[in-house]
């Protein structure tokens, strides 16, 4: 029997196993560093978790307290554009899911360690092309630097992110917060023993001092106290080809794109069914994967550069340098006449009976409504309409 072996014992590993066990009858190998502890990111989600956990682990809310999980109903937005507050909801009778990621890991690792089909082995493995097996998925978190391998994405304005863990006893609200903030933009995720607040920014145009001042107020509306602080730095890139050989690569080996609409997850779960395709069904062919992949990745951006396309309700340096980026990533994308830009047109023309118009038709993880509401929420119609007649 073939076998497939999965490199690392994170999120993104853990749902890997749990995938190619579901959809495959491959034998599994599952290797990870023990020295190595798996970083707690992606606690924020969108719809496509929750229906990738139900498929692969009959995970529903029965068994949200198992990781602190809270649902998901939709992001709470404030002070961007105008400063217009608005609620980005879900589907009536959908949702995303805030987990507990080192719970989730250890929760996953258990349902699966003893599968008569996986292998779990402790290694501190160096290269994937020395690993014997027929497909191999690299999980093991972001590279130590930026090499030839990977684009970077450059319209990204932020790079840095300051995380305030707030214990609770109740969650006091069950939507993602996005707040644009003076410096960047803060998120919060609510789990049912803590919120997790996280300042995102970028580190060129303010000092940790300045990001601790700016979100007390936050912290202050929701009454929370933090416990644990933690800063880090990040880069924002793919890969340039993701699917090389009997080589895959996911999760922060794969990309990375700043925490703004918690695309993460989604994304991983993307590169596991392109993986199915290609190495299982093959219904595709190596080219096609990373093409697609990498317009999946690029329409991600375009999403993440609408937010600062729109501005926020803050004048400053960081502002004028993030609508900046931001125009000449949409600019790029109405000169590609790519999905986007279409997307764009759709949605100016109110085109309401367009095939894209339904829950199934996405562009990133947004459909033709999230589209619209942003655009009419953010003010940007106009700038659509004049970017449209300039690249016509």
């Known amino acids: 029997m073939k076998k497939i072996c999965i490199v690392g014992r994170g999120t993104v ?5 749990a995938h190619f066990l579901r959809w495959t009858n491959w034998e599994i190998e599952w290797i990870y560093d023990p020295n190595i502890s798996p970083t707690p990111v992606g606690e924020g989600t969108n719809l496509a978790l929750p229906i990738s ?27 961007w554009g105008e400063g217009e507050e608005f609620f980005h909801c879900f589907p009536a009778g959908n949702h995303g899911v805030h987990f507990n990621a080192i719970e989730f890991q250890d929760y996953v690792f258990k349902l699966l360690e003893n599968n008569s089909r996986v292998t779990c082995k402790e290694t501190n493995y160096s290269d994937p092309n020395n690993i014997d097996s027929d497909i191999i998925m690299v999980c093991t978190g ?6 030839d391998d990977f684009d970077y994405k450059n319209y990204i304005p932020v790079n840095s992110a300051m995380v305030f863990q707030c214990p609770w006893d109740l969650p006091k609200f069950l939507y993602s917060l996005t707040f644009a903030k003076k410096y960047g933009w803060v998120f919060g995720i609510p789990l049912k023993n803590r919120c997790a607040i996280g300042y995102v920014f970028n580190s060129d145009f303010c000092t940790e001092d300045d990001i601790k ?3 007390q107020s936050i912290l202050d509306e929701f009454d929370l106290k933090p416990k644990l602080v933690r800063s880090l730095k990040f880069y924002n890139y793919s890969r340039k080809i993701n699917f090389k050989d009997n080589i895959i690569y996911n999760g ?5 794109l700043e925490p703004l609409e918690a695309t993460s997850t989604s994304t991983s779960d993307i590169i596991n069914r392109i993986t199915i395709d290609l190495f299982f069904m093959k219904k595709i062919d190596i080219s096609f994967a990373n093409q697609y992949y990498s317009n999946y990745i690029e329409n991600i951006g375009s999403m993440i550069s609408l937010h600062y396309l729109s501005g926020s309700v803050y ?11 931001a125009k000449n990533k949409i600019e790029c994308d109405f000169k590609k006449n790519n999905l986007f830009s279409e997307m764009m047109k759709l949605c100016i023309s109110n085109d309401f009976n367009y095939d ?12 033709f409504r999230s589209f619209k509401q942003h655009l009419d ?7 659509m309409k004049n970017l449209i007649l300039k690249y016509k």
């Open 13 to 17: 590993g853990c749902l890997a196993v």
């Open 53 to 79: 956990l139900y498929e692969n682990l009959n995970f529903d809310s029965s068994s949200f307290d198992k990781i602190h999980s809270t649902p998901k109903l939709g992001i709470w937005k404030r002070n």
């Open 142 to 147: 972001s590279p130590a630097k930026l090499t």
């Open 213 to 215: 001042e700016d979100v």
């Open 252 to 256: 922060n080996a794969s990309f990375f």
């Open 315 to 325: 004048k400053n340096d960081f502002w004028e340098y993030a609508k900046g980026l």
């Open 356 to 367: 894209l118009n339904n829950e199934t038709s996405e562009i990133g993880t947004w459909t």
């Open 377 to 383: 929420t953010f003010k940007l119609n106009e700038t």
